[in-house]
T-cell receptor, first 114, second 114 residues
Framework: GAVVSQHPSWVICKSGTSVKIECRSL??????MFWYRQFPKQSLMLMAT?????????EQGVEKDKFLINHASLTLSTLTVTSAHPEDSSFYIC??????????FGPGTRLTVT | AQSVTQPDIHITVSEGASLELRCNYS??????LFWYVQSPGQGLQLLLK??????LVQGIKGFEAEFKRSQSSFNLRKPSVHWSDAAEYFC????????????FGAGTILRVKS
């Protein structure tokens, strides 16, 4: 099946700094990538949808200036959490699709902001 | 609005017993249905999916699910649970009419007792 990787798998950063998370589709071209956030013991909440070469579409309530998403190529999307604060600590999961409805999920990135 | 309900937050079954995890959805379009499994700190693994055709779908690890349009349900079943099945299970629904976005249920945590 299609494989999606995320890097890093775990990151700790200090409050006020920015952190970038990479999402790569390894064996398919991801025309669309999705970014999800998952708080402990909760479900996945869609943050934004990005299409290659276009601006991301953010879900209601997600701050686009805080969560910067770039989808510059068909195999790479990045999520940058700017000026991170402890409440941004969460598990971030990306997924990609090559045009079908089936999404292929990455292994997730755990962000801890101290 | 689209929604997915997994009414059971926790389920405990004995090893070797049968399992059924419930999923109901409310969707304004022809739904595509998925079941995913997530181990702690890990990403999502697709168990099975329903797009069309036979309403009884076979998946990996011995799981199956049945799509019942009249009941708006897509329950996951396994005839004999193994200790390694202990994890969290998510039902998800999507539709092309909604940009292929997935809406996830709250998840059901499965505990297996020996």
């Amino acid at each position: 099946g299609a494989v999606v990787s995320q890097h890093p798998s775990w990151v700790i950063c200090k409050s006020g700094t920015s952190v970038k998370i990479e999402c790569r589709s390894l064996d398919f071209q991801a025309t669309t990538m999705f970014w999800y956030r998952q708080f402990p013991k909760q479900s996945l909440m869609l943050m934004a949808t990005s299409n290659e070469g276009s601006k991301a579409t953010y879900e209601q309530g997600v701050e686009k200036d805080k969560f910067l998403i770039n989808h510059a190529s068909l195999t790479l999307s990045t999520l940058t959490v700017t000026s991170a604060h402890p409440e941004d600590s969460s598990f971030y999961i990306c997924s990609g699709t090559g045009g079908s409805i089936e999404q292929y999920f990455g292994p997730g990135t755990r962000l801890t902001v101290t | 609005a689209q929604s997915v309900t997994q009414p059971d937050i926790h389920i405990t079954v004995s090893e070797g017993a049968s399992l059924e995890l419930r999923c109901n959805y409310s969707y304004g379009a022809t739904p595509y249905l998925f079941w995913y499994v997530q181990s702690p700190g890990q990403g999502l693994q697709l168990l099975l999916k329903y797009f069309s055709g036979d309403t009884l779908v076979q998946g990996i690890k011995g799981f199956e699910a049945e799509f019942k349009r009249s009941q708006s349900s897509f329950n996951l079943r396994k005839p004999s649970v193994h200790w390694s099945d202990a994890a969290e299970y998510f039902c998800a629904v999507g539709a092309r009419e909604y940009g292929n976005k997935l809406v996830f249920g709250a998840g059901t945590i499965l505990r297996v007792k020996s």
